[in-house]
């Protein structure tokens, strides 16, 4: 059996972390979504396409990049939904 290479290695632990990421915004986004409804209502603000887009981008805005991943998967979802509604 060859022994890897460190770039190699660090190749394939770059690969899963992305891959793990991936699956983490991809299980994310409902809860962001439904936290950006549940702000808006509690803050008394009308609950708009818009005013949910502008609300996930702003939980976006951490350091944090699961959550930066599963705001980007939400917004797109959402406009989706918009664009598949609207047909």
Known sequence: MAKKTPEQLAREFEGRKAKG?????????????????????????EVTVAALIARIEAEAAT?????????????????????????
Do not use: C, F, T, Y
């Open 21 to 45: 990421l991936a699956k983490g915004g991809a299980a994310l986004w409902p809860n962001l979504l439904s936290n950006a409804v549940l702000k808006l209502v509690a803050g008394g603000s």
């Open 63 to 87: 350091q944090d990049i699961a959550l930066k991943a599963a705001a980007e998967e939400a917004v797109a979802r959402l406009r989706q939904a918009v664009a598949k509604g609207a047909e």
